[in-house]
């Protein structure tokens, strides 16, 4: 158990539609991580925030977006979905200036048809 | 960030010492060596990291060559648990936790 939980676990949902997922840091934690995992595929680094803010951003269109709380709990939010947005996305909390060393959810397995 | 290479697949009798290479021949000398693992159904889960010397925790010991260029993740005595894909990955400590995972070892134990 990392202290990492996401909801919801699974979700499915029409293509354009929206969707919006959340996390909760590991207690302590205050930077956060959103990775994409396509079947069979490594995970890709989405965005990380920081004390609310942005701080780093792969290769992902804009309507791929994100909200840290003061709580630092986050949201992932992603607008007019994509049959291939339909992957497991993973949470991940670590600690500013701790090194690389993420703590990883289960993930919400998101399937778009 | 350096790009490394593992072999796709591999299978080790329970018991037995999982050795697992990667190799990072690219490596730069501000680049650290991390070994994540994600089992089934699960988030990956981190297990060492090093830069130079040789590491060791409860999980696993990591071996990285005198020219960096390679290392090896060492599972000392494999149980069916440790069946999962392994991740070795390369990075700049302080560029915002953007791992690169690539597509890793799937490592089978099996009695």
């Known amino acids: 158990e990392t202290g990492v939980t996401q909801s919801p676990t699974h979700l499915i949902k029409t293509r354009g539609q929206q969707v919006t997922l959340r996390c909760s840091s590991q207690s302590g934690h205050n930077t956060v991580s959103w990775y994409q995992q396509a079947l069979g595929q490594g995970p890709q680094f989405i965005f990380q925030?920081?004390?609310?803010?942005?701080?780093g951003r792969g290769n992902f269109p804009p309507r791929f977006s994100g909200l840290q709380f003061p709580n630092y709990s986050s949201e992932l939010n992603v607008n007019a979905l994509e049959l291939d947005d339909s992957a497991l996305y993973l949470c991940?909390?670590?600690?500013?200036?701790?090194?690389?060393?993420?703590?990883f959810g289960s993930g919400t397995q998101l399937s778009v048809l | 960030d350096a790009k490394t290479t593992q072999p796709p697949s591999m299978d080790c009798a329970e018991g037995r010492a999982a050795n697992l290479p990667c190799n990072h021949s690219t490596i730069s000398g501000n680049e650290y060596v991390y070994w994540y693992r994600q089992i089934h159904s699960q988030g990956p889960q981190y297990i060492i990291h090093?830069?130079?010397n040789n590491e060791t925790n409860e999980m696993a010991s990591l071996i990285i060559t005198e020219d960096r260029k390679s290392s090896t993740l060492i599972l000392p005595h494999a149980t069916l648990r440790d069946t999962a894909v392994y991740y070795c990955?390369?990075?700049?400590?302080?560029?915002?936790?953007?791992?690169?995972f690539g597509t890793g070892t799937r490592l089978q134990v099996t009695l």
């Open positions: 991940a909390s670590s600690l500013q200036g701790g090194g690389e060393k993420l703590f």
């Open positions: 925030y920081y004390r609310e803010e942005e701080n």
């Open positions: 990955i390369v990075i700049r400590t302080g560029t915002a936790s953007k791992l690169t």
């Open positions: 090093g830069l130079k």
